[in-house]
Structure formats: C-alpha cells, structure tokens
C-alpha cells in the first residue's frame, strides 16, 4: 500500500524568500515521486519526478525535491518565490509493485500563497 | 502535440440528468486515466484502461458511473442519473507507460455542476 502527507495544507510566503512545502510517503515498494502544480482553475502540471535515479531532482521554474529514504520524504525547495508560484502543489507517489503498480497516489495538496 | 483534450470544461446540469464527459489522450499513450477532484476529498483515482480495456474500476463511486474507451483516442466518462454530490472537477490523464515512471499528463479538467 502507498500513501502520502503533505504536512502543510497552506505555506505564505514574501516573493524573493526560500519556499519549502513538506511530504512524507509510505511505500510497501521502491517507490517514484512526483510533485504536480495546479494554478488555479487549471489541470495538474508535472513539475518533476524521482524515480531512483539521483535523490536530488531538478524541476522546471526553478524548483528541487530530495529524496531522503531513511526519513521516507520528498520535500519540494525553491530558494527564491515568485508571485508566479502561488498555486496549489501536490506531492504524489507511485508503487514499483504489487496491485497499484502505475497508480498515483496523491497527497491532500499544500496551498501556496505568495505575498509582494 | 495538443496534450489530453478533455471536453466540455464546464458542464451545468439538473439532477437526474445524464452527463457525459470526454477525453482524448495524448497520441500513443496506452494508459488513460478518470480522476476526480473534490474540496473534501481531493483527487481520487475513478478507473483507468490499458490498451482500451478497464483494468482497475474499484474507485468508480456507484453504478450511476460509468466509463468507455472504444478506441485508442477517445474516453467517455457517464453519470447517469447525475446527483449534486456529484459535483467536482473531472480529470483525465494519460501516460504512455505505467505511471511509476513517467508521471501523468493531466487534461485541463471539467467542472461539473448538478443543480
């Protein structure tokens, strides 16, 4: 089974500060990680994956996430906001195996407001 | 390449009314997926195919859902009869592996309405 927490439901920011939006994922196999992006009234945009090749992932606009196994997270970083940013990111995994092979699970999504 | 094209994007219905909901996937993307979203319940995973077949339906809500894929390029997702509580926005997804590797590409989404 696989699931997923994102421990914030919403983060503030000031436009030009670090960002930081917090996961944690369980997972009964080798899992990948993905974190989605929806502005609102939008669809969901990848904007980038683990999938266990190197821990640190590069995305597009500016954002990383490290996968720490031994802490079972995936936090998303960016070192600069912009007011561009402010949307809501949801942090997904999906199982190597067992009966949700290929299924996204997605967290409960994380609220991100960016202020001038 | 279009990405997913879902159609409508805003569908108003009164309940007890039949809505249909359209996705074309990317060319050449085997898997298609049907999500909802929901302020209370966030996204959940309705069904998805491989190769035009249904592999996994155990998130389809009720028998008042169902879906299709006569083809390779096109999905329907059907209530009949529509309820209120049915209102959410409607994703489709497609990949052209299983997930695990590639991620999804989401379409933009219907907004559902039942009145």
């Known amino acids: 089974a696989q699931s997923v927490t994102q421990l914030d439901s919403h983060v503030s920011v000031s436009e030009g500060t670090p960002v930081l939006l917090r996961c944690n994922y369980s997972?009964?196999?080798?899992?990948?990680l993905f974190w989605y992006v929806q502005h609102p009234n939008k669809g969901l945009q990848l904007l980038l994956k683990?999938?266990?090749?190197?821990?640190l992932v590069k995305g597009i606009n500016g954002f990383e996430a490290e996968f720490k196994k031994s802490e079972t997270s995936f936090h998303l970083t960016k070192p600069s906001a912009h007011m561009s940013d402010a949307a809501e990111y949801f942090c997904?995994?999906?199982?190597?195996?067992?009966?949700?092979?290929?299924?996204?699970?997605f967290g409960q999504g994380t609220i991100l407001t960016v202020h001038p | 390449d279009a990405g997913v094209i879902q159609s409508p994007r805003h569908e108003v219905t009164e309940m007890g009314q039949e809505v249909t909901l359209r996705c074309k996937p990317i060319?050449?993307?085997?898997?298609l997926f049907w999500y909802r979203q929901t302020m209370m319940r966030g996204l959940e995973l309705l069904i998805y195919?491989?190769?035009?077949?249904?592999?996994?339906d155990s998130g389809m809500p009720e028998d008042r859902f169902s879906a299709k894929m006569p083809n390779a390029s096109f999905s329907t997702l059907k209530i009949q009869p529509s309820e209120p509580r049915d209102s959410a926005v409607y994703f489709c997804?497609?990949?052209?592996?299983?997930?695990?590797?590639?991620?999804?590409?989401f379409g933009s989404g219907t907004r559902l309405t039942v009145v």
């Open positions: 997972s009964s196999y080798s899992p990948s």
């Open positions: 683990y999938t266990s090749a190197a821990t």
């Open positions: 060319s050449g993307h085997d898997y």
């Open positions: 997804a497609s990949t052209a592996r299983a997930g695990h590797f590639y991620g999804y590409t």
């Open positions: 195919f491989n190769n035009n077949v249904p592999i996994d």
């Open positions: 997904v995994v999906s199982d190597a195996g067992g009966t949700s092979y290929g299924k996204l699970t």
